[in-house]
């Protein structure tokens, strides 16, 4: 996930300079709008993701604790497998978070770089941070729909394997 990332940041700062000064149709109101899509899309997979998190979690747990001592083997390897699971659950989690938190600091800090002009930073050039700003953070967004999809895909593959196992010792 971490290399997904910085490919997109390599990509975002790229597109951001390439429209340096030919984003004249680039307005405030454009900005805000795309800050507010990734503001909500945020907000959804941060609460998705949390509430199955709050409910795999502590059957996790439980799984680990009530097994016999003949499937030790099997119930580690499952144990691994929902650790791992959680853990990229909690890695979107973080970044929905990271999002949430940039698209705030974003439109706090745009209005007073734009204001004071003391900061030497011409219009242009915040304009091309910006586009830059946006690209990232949507393509993070993306990223992270696109792992939970993923993840579900490969968590509705183990429990179908369970299934036709669990079907195959039954019938035996």
Do not use: C
């Amino acid at each position: 996930m971490f290399l997904r990332l910085l490919i997109g940041f390599a990509v975002a700062a790229l597109l951001g300079w390439a429209t340096h000064g030919r984003l004249e149709e680039f307005s405030r109101e454009d900005f805000s709008e795309i800050l507010s899509v990734l503001l909500n899309v945020s907000s959804i997979i941060f609460a998705i993701i949390g509430a199955w998190i709050a409910i795999i979690y502590p059957n996790a747990i439980k799984d680990v604790g009530h097994h016999d001592r003949e499937d030790v083997t099997q119930t580690l390897n499952e144990s691994v497998k929902d650790a791992n699971y959680l853990s990229e659950l909690f890695q979107i989690v973080l970044l929905s978070s990271v999002v949430i938190v940039s698209v705030i600091v974003i439109k706090v800090a745009l209005p007073i770089l734009k204001a004071y002009t003391y900061f030497g930073i011409e219009v242009s050039v915040l304009k091309s941070l910006s586009v830059a700003a946006a690209l990232f953070l949507t393509f993070a967004q993306i990223n992270s729909i696109s792992v939970v999809v993923e993840k579900n895909f490969h968590l509705l593959q183990r429990i179908r394997d369970k299934v036709r196992k669990e079907r195959v010792k039954n019938d035996s």
